[in-house]
């Protein structure tokens, strides 16, 4: 009896081994995949392609997002758009764009603005030449819809700004409207508001001189993240990973309050989207804080500050991380490497592997 016993506990200690020896594969490849992903990540080379031409790509520093995907192309006979891309397409400017840029001028109730402005936005995107032959005054005009009482004018200015945003010169002239549209955000509860004013923001490179308006909006910022409308909250997060590379505003995002349980939006059930944005904002935070010249200041944090959620002693990152491994999603597995790695080796030593002791690590050590 007792020999059965003694092989029982063999055939457990051999099935334990085997399962560890899986474990460690499997990370070994999933951080082979993180790596490799990271080495191939190229920045897409424009094309020579009309709309590429039209709006340019971005310059140094500045932030490549994905245009608004084209509408359909309408046929000759589809009405008004249809003809008027059909003359572009002839090399013959429509005027569409301009007469509802006029049209805009004159005195009009709350709906006929939202709607002039929806069709000003679908012509930007179709008619580039009458687009890219626009003026800064046009931008000036657009703008001054921000000032509307009307919420629903307000998202749809904001969603003309942005078509606009994709023609290079007229992106300085954007900018002068960050500081209203960073105060719409902030002061107004409305989804599709943050969605239409965050995309704006994401879209372009965000100059110095917002930066003082960006630390008192930070809160709110942070709260739409931690509501459950997922476009907003993958906007706001995109936002934010922009910031957190920011030297002078990685503090205050560190800082910012946050609710308790805001480690749910690492939780498994959360879209793959939101799971991925989020990843990824943890990543920066994780390699700003670690950087030597961040780290040559003692900094403090209030207990409900984003620090504490994710880098505290109490924190429970590491459990969600660790079951985010195993995500079905391969992009989510990866990105949860990456941050698994960047909280174990400091950004100074990952060079050094050998520096990384386990130790020191993130994780227990039963982990």
Not at 26 to 47: F, N
Not at 125 to 138: I, K, Q, R
Not at 143 to 157: C, E, R, Y
């Amino acid at each position: 009896m007792g020999k059965s016993v003694q092989q029982c506990l063999g055939q457990l200690d051999i099935r334990k081994s085997v399962v560890g020896l899986a474990t460690g594969a499997g990370a070994i490849y999933l951080l082979y995949k993180a790596i490799r992903a990271g080495i191939k990540c190229q920045p897409p080379l424009c094309t020579t392609s009309p709309i590429c031409i039209a709006r340019e790509c971005p310059g140094p520093g500045e932030r490549a997002q994905p245009q608004e995907p084209p509408a359909p192309e309408a046929s000759s006979m589809g009405g008004p758009k249809g003809l008027a891309i059909e003359r572009e397409r002839h090399g013959r400017d429509s005027g569409e764009l301009r007469r509802l840029l006029n049209s805009l001028e004159s005195k009009q109730d709350e709906y006929a603005k939202s709607m002039i402005l929806h069709s000003i936005t679908r012509c930007v995107y179709l008619l580039e030449a009458e687009a890219s032959a626009c003026t800064t005054d046009d931008i000036v005009l657009v703008g001054t819809m921000l000032d509307d009482k009307d919420n629903s004018v307000k998202i749809q200015a904001l969603n003309t700004l942005k078509a606009f945003s994709g023609i290079r010169k007229f992106r300085l002239k954007i900018q002068e409207h960050f500081i209203k549209v960073l105060e719409l955000i902030s002061t107004i509860w409305d989804s599709d508001l943050h969605v239409a004013g965050l995309r704006l923001l994401n879209n372009l490179p965000l100059p110095d001189f917002v930066h003082p308006q960006l630390r008192r909006v930070m809160p709110a910022l942070m709260e739409i993240l931690q509501s459950d409308y997922i476009l907003a909250q993958v906007q706001a997060i995109r936002l934010l990973s922009y910031l957190a590379q920011k030297n002078d505003l990685l503090y205050d995002i560190l800082n910012c309050q946050v609710h308790s349980n805001f480690l749910n939006l690492f939780q498994a059930t959360q879209p793959g989207s939101l799971l991925f944005e989020v990843l990824v904002f943890a990543e920066r935070l994780s390699e700003g804080r670690n950087t030597p010249h961040y780290r040559a200041v003692k900094w403090h944090y209030n207990e409900q500050s984003l620090h504490e959620a994710l880098f505290g002693d109490e924190s429970r990152l590491a459990d969600r991380l660790l079951a985010l491994v195993i995500h079905p999603e391969e992009e989510v597995q990866i990105q949860a490497c990456k941050v698994i790695v960047s909280l174990q080796c400091p950004q100074d030593v990952r060079v050094r592997p050998s520096s990384c002791r386990t130790s020191h690590s993130y994780f227990n050590n039963g982990e």
